[in-house]
């Protein structure tokens, strides 16, 4: 009994990424790495939307190498290369159309010998 205590408190002490293998760990870093895309995309698409650039036809490229790690997760490195391409309108009562095309590549470095590729094209309509 004594021994299954111990066991317990042992497990519940580690965090989640010390307690899953390596292939369900791999599988919860893609999947963070696909959302890091993805955000990464309108984060960039914000800061426009912000802008006061009233340009009709813009566009933005973007090279991002960033290193993750969380509780749940073991840590990995993301290297994404960005490229957008929108047009907007703004007409005479300052209502804004925009369509933009974004386009991004991700590599993902999973422990020391696992890499990870992953493409994003995605298509985004305000108006």
């Known amino acids: 009994m004594h021994s299954v205590k111990r066991w317990n408190k042992k497990v519940r002490s580690k965090k989640q990424k010390e307690l899953i293998s390596r292939y369900a760990n791999s599988a ?3 999947l963070s790495a696909s959302v ?16 006061e650039n009233n340009t009709n036809v813009w566009a933005n490229t973007l090279y991002s190498s960033r290193h993750y790690d969380a509780d749940e997760f073991r840590a990995y490195q993301q290297k994404a290369r960005l490229t ?3 047009v907007q309108h ?38």
């Open 28 to 30: 919860l870093s893609e």
């Open 36 to 51: 890091n895309s993805a955000l990464l995309a309108q984060d960039e698409l914000n800061k426009h939307l912000v802008s």
């Open 84 to 86: 957008q391409v929108g």
């Open 90 to 127: 703004i007409d005479t009562n300052h209502r804004l159309g925009l369509v933009v095309l974004s386009f991004s590549s991700k590599q993902c470095f999973l422990m020391t010998t696992l890499v990870a590729k992953g493409r994003l094209n995605m298509l985004s309509a305000f108006c």
